[in-house]
RNA sequence: GCUCACAUAGCUCAGUCGGUAGAGCACUUCCUUGGUAAGGAAGAGGUCAUCGGUUCGAAUCCGAUUGUGAGCACCA
């Protein structure tokens, strides 16, 4: 290797930053240029992207001329590991502005060559620095190891294949982007594979087949689960927790329809900004038939389309709903009313259009609206488990993490301007109880505020900068005298206003918003909500939106994981399983089952042409919490053999005794039985 | 929406070179009455996602569509 003029060698450079100095960052990073070298040694055309290290590995982005598959990770470790036994050095070079840009243009890599130039002008740097080990030259801003032998040869592992947009944004190109795993040495890394595979096991799409808790039917659509009896126990009690908590709380319930008219959607402004992840309206469709003379009104005909024209809504400048159109949302359009005849001579219109709600407030916000409001009834409370709908993208769709119909633990609190921040920090306590109930204590709290330098900012957020100020400022404050940390997060406000989300992190590894409350200074005021202040003058109320236990459908799937199926008794699906010995103990335990289900208890008897041990492995296959085993012994003496999920140990005891601690448990909504002393 | 992969029984999967479909579990019936993670036997169950093409012949090869998964973008 000939040291060229003006490189150095890659390990005395330092950063400073002790993190990006850790040696299993620079290992990572290594890895990086090393599966590029070997990418475009398979491929002399590719352009690269970005490759930088992640959390628990590295990924490197290209353009391809050829697509690469899986298949090919094989050859690709194969090369990687060959390069990293040559003991490749890696070399340094900082060169100034214009020099740099030319040697970027020598490596034809124009992405490179984007980004270059933006760290000159955009970031000021005076100079870029570019790493070479081997043939492999990157423009980078390292760490790197000092030499390829540095790289532990049997601690990485090619991951996946998958798409990525050019520095994230959807209008650049996709490019092909392959992830790998990668750790000090071979048992960090099998240790992390087999914890990724025992997560897998978690899936709750996995678990929610296996225990029969919803089900997807391509017929009724895509993200519109079906739920299944066990699902539809564990979305009940849900309920009934949201229900009392709400009701100690001072909530007050209300039920209202899953659609509405469309003009209400204009004025609250969910058509204007978020028009495209509605479901298209239904339209009610006007028909009259023509007489063979009289064609003057062919050109209305159209108007079955022309839903812009109705109802104001200037669709035509969504960019995405033209490319929806192939998703065949046209087809769903429809009609309702007379829509027989429509090829014969007919002319039609539409006389008015209904939509599927997004959301539950514009409803709420009308049952506000329903009566004259004095200051004195607020802060207003109405909560409802309310069904909404949503076009989600086809490639977000999945499972019960991204749906499009879901029921949401709604409820808007209609207040003035001082009592906002005591309900806001009711509200958090209202979720914090709630979480401590579930045992959910590995979650993030996100400050979710607007972006100003948002380019689609006027599209996305309501432009009120002095409200957005004051809102978001309210919102800190609440957390800060709460003691609450948080991480802040700039772009993912609602449009009509800040939010505060709880944030989880699925067993795959995504992170998700679970709960959010939102404080609204928008709606309320398009909609015309008034009430009257003590000083006999009209007011607008603020709203705060708050779904603490978020919609069934996350909750749900979160719950499934957290818990790896495994609910708690409370929430079990089945409660208490009755085995028997042998058949001539059925009756015994048919009475233990009626017992308990007339107290409400969710007990089953176990088919009884199985063995004993049989019904004891699908008893812990299907995860529930409790099970009976009666016989003999039990039978003559009115005792049960409690066998805890996941316990060895067992316990007999009486009947009388076991049922009054079972009923204890549930009742207090306890994550472990509360065995009597 | 985008990139890549995948689609065979309710579930998990096998199916060779293109020659007309297989296993285990689950299900049904019968036998077994068994004390802590699979007792035994028999039976039933498939338009190989859909549509089209190549071929004497397609689960298998090609194309389109739909769906699923991973990732990206999106996410009230």
């Known amino acids: 290797m000939v040291l060229l003029s003006g490189w150095r060698m890659a390990s005395f450079e330092h950063s400073g930053d002790e993190r990006r100095d850790d040696e299993l960052h620079r290992v990572r990073h290594s890895l990086a240029h090393v599966l590029a070298q070997a990418v475009l040694d398979m491929q002399p055309g590719a352009t690269l992207g970005f490759g930088p290290p992640i959390k628990d590995g590295f990924y490197y982005d290209f353009i391809l001329s050829e697509p690469l598959t899986e298949a090919d990770f094989p050859e690709i470790e194969r090369r990687m590991r060959k390069i990293i036994k040559k003991g490749q050095r890696f070399y340094r070079e900082d060169l100034p502005a214009a020099a740099a840009l030319a040697r970027i243009d020598e490596m034809g890599e124009p992405y490179k060559r984007e980004y270059g130039a933006e760290l000159l002008e955009k970031h000021g740097l005076q100079e870029l620095s570019f790493y070479r080990n081997g043939p492999f030259l990157d423009m980078c801003e390292g760490p790197h190891v000092h030499t390829t032998k540095d790289i532990p040869r049997d601690a990485f592992k090619l991951r996946s294949v998958a798409g990525a947009y050019w520095r994230g944004d959807s209008r650049n190109r996709m490019m092909t982007r392959i992830y790998a795993w990668a750790f000090a040495d071979r048992e960090a890394l099998e240790a992390h594979v087999e914890r990724w595979r025992l997560a897998q096991e978690r899936d709750h799409k996995k678990l929610g087949r296996e225990l029969g808790i919803f089900a997807i039917d391509n017929e009724v659509g895509r993200g519109l689960p ?96 033209g490319s929806r159109q192939g998703d065949g949302v046209e087809k769903m359009a429809v009609s309702i009313g007379s829509s027989v005849g429509l090829r014969d001579r007919a002319t039609l219109s539409v006389k008015d259009a209904y939509r599927l709600r997004p959301m539950n407030c514009p409803h709420h916000h009308k049952v506000f609206a329903a009566s004259p409001r004095s200051y004195r009834e607020l802060p207003m409370r109405l909560a409802e488990y309310g069904h909404v709908y949503r076009w989600e993208d086809s490639g ?39 979480y401590a109930v579930l045992g959910l204590d590995n979650y993030v709290v996100r400050l979710s505020r607007w972006d100003p330098e948002d380019p ?20 800190a404050e609440v957390l800060r005298e709460m003691g609450v940390n948080y991480v802040d997060g700039v772009g993912e406000a609602a449009f009509y206003g800040p939010k505060i989300d709880i944030q989880f992190t699925t067993v795959t590894g995504r992170e998700e918003s679970l709960s959010t409350v939102q404080l609204d200074f928008s709606q309320p005021e398009s909609l015309g909500l008034r009430y009257v202040g003590a000083d006999g003058e009209l007011h607008t ?28 008794t409370w929430l079990a699906p089945v409660q208490v399983q009755v085995i028997t010995v042998s058949e ?64 060895k140990a067992q316990h007999t005891l009486s009947f009388a005794a076991f049922q009054a601690a079972l009923l204890n448990t ?8 509360l065995l009597p002393e």
């Not at 709380?249 to 899953?258: C, E, F, K, N």
């Not at 006027?458 to 309210?474: L, M």
């Not at 549930?666 to 039985?673: M, T, V």
């Open 226 to 321: 079906l739920w299944l009896p066990n699902g539809t126990v564990i979305r009940d009690e849900l309920e009934k927790l949201a229900k009392e908590l709400e009701f100690k709380a001072g909530y007050q319930r209300v039920a209202t329809p899953q659609l509405a008219r469309e003009a209400l959607y204009f004025k609250s402004g969910h058509l204007p900004y978020y028009a495209e992840d509605m479901y298209p309206a239904m339209q009610v469709v006007e028909s009259r038939r023509l007489d063979d003379e009289s064609e003057e009104d062919e050109e209305s005909a159209p108007g079955l389309n022309d839903n812009a024209g109705q109802t104001g809504a200037d669709e035509a400048d969504s960019p995405r709903q």
């Open 396 to 434: 977000a769709v999945g499972g019960l993490l991204r749906v499009r119909g879901m029921c949401m633990n709604d409820a808007h609190i209609y207040c003035t301007e001082t009592q906002i921040k005591d309900e806001f920090k009711a509200v958090m306590r209202l979720y914090q109880r709630a």
């Open 456 to 475: 689609k900012g006027r599209d996305k957020y309501v432009d009120n900068p002095g409200a957005w100020a004051r809102s978001e400022a309210i919102l």
């Open 541 to 568: 109320p603020y709203c705060i939106h708050r779904a603490p236990l978020s919609t069934h459908e996350r909750m749900v799937a979160f719950l499934l994981e957290h818990y790896g199926g495994a609910f708690p």
């Open 584 to 647: 001539r103990f059925d009756s015994y335990a048919k009475t233990i089952v009626a017992g308990l289900r007339e107290r409400m208890v969710r007990a089953e008897l176990a088919p009884s042409s199985d063995t004993v041990p049989k019904k004891i492995r699908q008893g812990v296959t299907m995860k529930i919490p409790n099970l009976l085993v009666v016989g003999e012994r039990e039978a003559a003496e009115g005792k049960v053999t409690l066998r805890r999920y996941g316990q």
């Open 666 to 673: 549930i009742e207090s909504r306890s994550l472990e039985f």
